[in-house]
């Protein structure tokens, strides 16, 4: 009789295959936790400092996007609005509120409002609102039904995957520039029919390069 028992070496196979294994299956692991919702914090309300409901500023009120956002039709950075912007309709509409006295006093003392950001990008990616916007990506198509949403959250992974999806088929995400914040546009008819008269209307040929992102 041996030293040890029968199977010894199986199982010492198991364990040396196992082990071998391990950084492979860790590194798996953190590539799909980085892509999950909870690596890109995807599906989780961002707290404010002042209680903003888009759905009654967008649903009820009836107030676009580029009204407060204009900045995503100018450039890189869709921005907030002044505090000067809240106070043209607050300065009558529910003045006294204590839900709103952040904004009274950020208006008097001329300072921001210390907004938390929703959707952030890492330092070394380069990301243009305004080419996508000019060239009929809708708003919903990355920052999803904000209009019903009572604290905004991001919808999409943002991930460089999900961005070169659709850099390389485009057709599906793209509407006329009229309808670029619109909510509720449908297109007429089929989807990627659309978006190829889209397309070609407006030249659209996304690049892939790395270079294009990462500048």
Request: aromatic share 6%; glycine share 8%.
């Amino acid at each position: 009789m041996g030293l040890f028992p029968p199977g010894t070496d199986h199982v010492l196979r198991g364990v040396l295959g196992l082990t071998a294994a391990l950084p492979v299956l860790g590194m798996a692991a953190l590539l799909l936790l980085a892509r999950s919702p909870l690596g890109t914090a995807a599906f989780e309300p961002v707290p404010q400092p002042v209680q903003f409901d888009h759905r009654h500023h967008v649903g009820d009120d009836g107030i676009g996007c580029r009204y407060c956002h204009e900045g995503a039709w100018e450039g890189p950075y869709a921005g907030v609005p002044p505090t000067s912007r809240c106070m043209g309709c607050h300065a009558q509409l529910w003045n006294e509120s204590a839900l709103l006295a952040p904004v009274r006093q950020s208006y008097f003392e001329d300072r921001p409002i210390p907004w938390n950001r929703v959707h952030r990008l890492p330092d070394f990616v380069f990301f243009n609102h305004a080419i996508h916007v000019h060239k009929g990506v809708g708003c919903v198509s990355c920052h999803g039904r904000v209009d019903q949403m009572p604290l905004v959250e991001q919808v999409a992974p943002l991930t460089m995957g999900w961005c070169l999806a659709c850099h390389r088929d485009p057709a599906p995400h793209l509407r006329p520039v009229a309808h670029v914040a619109d909510m509720t546009w449908r297109p007429p008819g089929d989807a990627r029919q659309a978006g190829l008269q889209v397309q070609r209307a407006l030249n659209v040929h996304p690049r892939v390069e790395c270079n294009t992102c990462h500048r």
